[in-house]
């Protein structure tokens, strides 16, 4: 059974950081890629970030660029530190996972969800 289980939400007040991990379980993982995705109210699911564990591939959303870093230390974990966080970054963020060789973008394409963890950054 695969799980995929975020961590590390909260709240925060803007330019300060958090960090996201993610912990995948019931697959190797070795060929996902794992990443995260984000919703804030009334709005559809967007990409955050995403990477692959071999070869390495890491593609940032242009809203994170600069200020979100991701990383995975093994096949299993993926994190996901948020720097100079703006309101508009509050949203539930999601990790995903997808096997595939390329990071892709869309929400089709990733076959396994985490529950979401709550980010809000105050003004």
């Known amino acids: 059974q695969v799980q995929l289980v975020e961590s590390g939400g909260g709240l925060v007040q803007a330019g300060g950081s958090l960090r996201l991990s993610c912990a995948a379980s019931g697959r190797p993982f070795s060929n996902y890629v794992l990443g995260w995705f984000r919703q804030a109210p009334g709005k559809g699911r967007e990409f955050v970030a995403g990477?692959?564990?071999?070869?390495?591939?890491t593609i940032y959303a242009e809203s994170v660029k600069g200020r979100f870093t991701i990383s995975r230390e093994d096949a299993k974990t993926v994190d996901l530190q948020m720097d100079n966080l703006k309101p508009e970054d509050t949203a539930v963020y999601y990790c995903?996972?997808?096997?595939?060789?390329?990071?892709?973008?869309?929400?089709?394409?990733?076959?396994?969800w985490g529950q979401g963890t709550q980010v809000t950054v105050s003004s």
């Open positions: 990477t692959r564990w071999n070869p390495r591939s």
């Open positions: 995903a996972a997808d096997q595939t060789t390329v990071v892709a973008t869309n929400t089709q394409n990733y076959e396994y």
